[in-house]
């Protein structure tokens, strides 16, 4: 099955609509993708998810899949997509549901179907683009917690997974009232939203990181019920189911994460054979964007090139 994509902005001059993805770019991928392109995709329910995608071109040797953290979007990884790229690693990824550019009140995600389904769409968007080569997933909070619950359930056909700051377990004990207003309105009124309360401060130790996201327009500090339901559910399921693991995941945490706890990640480690856990001292929750992100980087190419090998 093929599903509706766009191409937006793309600098090629071409105003790409309603064409299924395979005659789009067949005979002409290296050619088209050289470049970060802006696409969109639509789930059934009609909701447009948009996006971007990145390739080195004719050096491909894999593409990522990545999924964004709670109230951020896509854009916020162009850095890492170009780093990616550099190695020769494509890179793709959709602003999730309620967040970005996509469609959606914000901070609402009605449920981990839609992540399932635009996951399933990425992957087949993948295989038929770039037949034949490696596919990781990569998550990082929210989104990594949405890649571990994916892999367990779904056991998609991908090389491996890699997850960061995983929303397993919280750093923080959430208000006992919003447990229980979650519990009793999530069949209620789902999509009632509460702010975050996300410890932006405790993001990066690198203070231009943390400004930058507060006047980013594009970051909200909401959630939905039906969300903050879903993402705890999730992540009880996915310590319980840990051991069921049957791809290989690299999973890292720095060691003084506030947001999401980093013994979240030690339980499921400990209970999936499968995963090689690496703790970043002194790290906060995005180790991605601390200063000592180069060598985040140099270790996780030296996981994805040991997979590739």
């Known amino acids: 099955m093929f599903y509706p994509i766009s191409l937006l902005k793309t600098g090629f001059g071409y105003n790409l609509k309603e064409f299924d993805l395979f005659n789009m770019f067949i005979g002409s991928t290296f050619v088209l ?42 854009q916020r990884y162009h ?10 690693i494509g890179f793709t990824g959709m602003d999730l549901p309620g967040h970005g550019r996509s469609d959606g009140v914000r901070g609402n995600i009605k449920s981990y179907a839609q992540t399932d389904e635009m996951l399933e769409i990425l992957q087949e968007y993948v295989s038929h683009t770039f037949p034949g080569i490696p596919v990781f997933i990569y998550g990082h909070s929210l989104g990594g917690g949405i890649v571990l619950d994916y892999i367990l359930r779904k056991k998609p056909a991908v090389k491996g997974a890699i997850v960061t700051s995983p929303t ?6 959430p208000d ?28 990066s130790h690198d203070k231009d990181v943390v400004d930058r996201y507060v006047a980013d327009p594009l970051v909200h500090d909401k959630i939905s019920v039906s969300l903050f339901h879903s ?14 693991l049957s791809i290989p995941l690299l999973l890292m945490h720095g060691s003084d994460d506030l947001i999401c706890s980093p013994e979240g990640s030690r339980i499921f480690a400990s209970k999936a054979g499968m995963a090689e856990l690496k703790i970043w001292d002194g790290g906060y929750h995005e180790i991605h964007n601390e200063p000592f992100k180069a060598d985040v980087f140099a270790y996780l190419m030296k996981w994805i090139n040991s997979k590739l090998a």
């Open 168 to 173: 397993l377990k919280l750093s923080f004990e």
């Open 231 to 244: 993402t705890m559910s999730a992540g009880r399921l996915a310590l319980e189911h840990a051991s069921e």
């Open 33 to 74: 993708l050289k470049k970060k392109m802006d696409y969109n995709i639509k789930l059934k329910s009609g909701q447009i998810l948009r996006g971007i995608i990145a390739s080195p071109g004719e050096n491909l040797r894999a593409i990522i899949i990545f999924v964004h953290g709670l109230g951020e979007h896509i």
């Open 176 to 203: 006992k009232f919003k447990i229980v207003m979650a519990s009793v309105m999530k069949n209620i009124l789902p999509g009632l939203i509460q702010p975050s309360g996300l410890a932006v401060n405790h993001l």
């Open 79 to 88: 850095h890492w997509a170009e780093l990616l790229t550099a190695e020769g």
